[in-house]
């Protein structure tokens, strides 16, 4: 059906929206000049040290893992943002379920009974 095609693309590009966000934010945090990033990528090339003897490979590697982890976590935090927003969306239909039968009641209490014979 075309509603749900428009809602799942819908969400997808949000999905997307804010992974990018969150990408941005995650690598904007990360320089090589902080003594903790650094600690990381050489954590990381550290488990190439048997395969790939050269440091500067070694290097790139660690920060393509580093690269690939904030890339995860900003997936991760994307979808808790979904999450997120489709809560909202059923709170406020559940806001306007309530809304719409209390107003329905009310106008049947002061509609009067039809006369029986």
Not at 4 to 27: C, D, W
Not at 66 to 95: G, H, I, P
Request: aromatic share 4%; proline share 3%; charged share 15%.
């Amino acid at each position: 059906s075309i509603g749900g095609l428009l809602g799942s693309s819908l969400l997808g590009s949000f999905v997307v929206l804010r992974q990018n966000v969150h990408l941005n934010e995650l690598i904007g945090h990360l320089a090589l000049s902080d003594p903790v990033a650094a600690q990381r990528v050489n954590a990381l090339s550290g488990a190439y040290a048997q395969v790939i003897t050269d440091p500067a490979l070694r290097q790139a590697e660690g920060l393509r893992l580093l690269s690939t982890q904030a890339t995860r976590e900003a997936s991760v935090l994307a979808y808790n943002d979904l999450f997120l927003l489709v809560a909202c969306v059923a709170m406020l239909a559940l806001v306007a379920l309530i809304i719409h039968v209390a107003v329905r009641a009310a106008r049947q209490r002061m509609t009067p009974e039809p006369a029986t014979a």
